[in-house]
């Protein structure tokens, strides 16, 4: 409820006509943020006891492996665009090269 009364004097401060709020829609809203708020608490509770239990190497062990496998899919989107990049590169030399009458030719052993 003090949600929906800090949210209602934020939006009449914002709005000064007369806004009426949607009482569901913030009931739902206050019921996800109490949802939300608890998770976190919990989780900052256990990583604390493994903290203790297994001392600070376990927190910055486990925050660095979460921290990588959030950010996996852009290693692999940039091994991906590397790969790309090598592809295009190595073809555009190759092309240079043709144009400009320096490209050897294998089969004969000659430029």
């Not at 000064?16 to 998770?39: G, H, R």
């Not at 979460?66 to 989107?77: D, G, M, Q, S, V």
Request: hydrophobic letters at 50%.
């Amino acid at each position: 409820r003090l949600a929906i009364l800090y949210h209602q004097k934020i939006v009449s401060f914002m709005f000064p006509a007369d806004f009426c709020i949607d009482i569901a829609a913030a009931a739902t809203l206050d019921t996800y943020n109490t949802i939300t708020s608890a998770v976190p608490t919990t989780l900052v509770q256990y990583l604390g006891s493994l903290t203790i239990i297994f001392g600070s190497r376990f927190f910055f062990a486990f925050a660095f492996d979460i921290t990588r496998l959030a950010l996996l899919h852009i290693h692999f989107l940039s091994s991906l665009f590397a790969a790309c990049q090598r592809l295009e590169l190595c073809t555009l030399t190759s092309l240079w090269l043709l144009f400009r009458g320096k490209k050897r030719n294998v089969l004969r052993q000659r430029s």
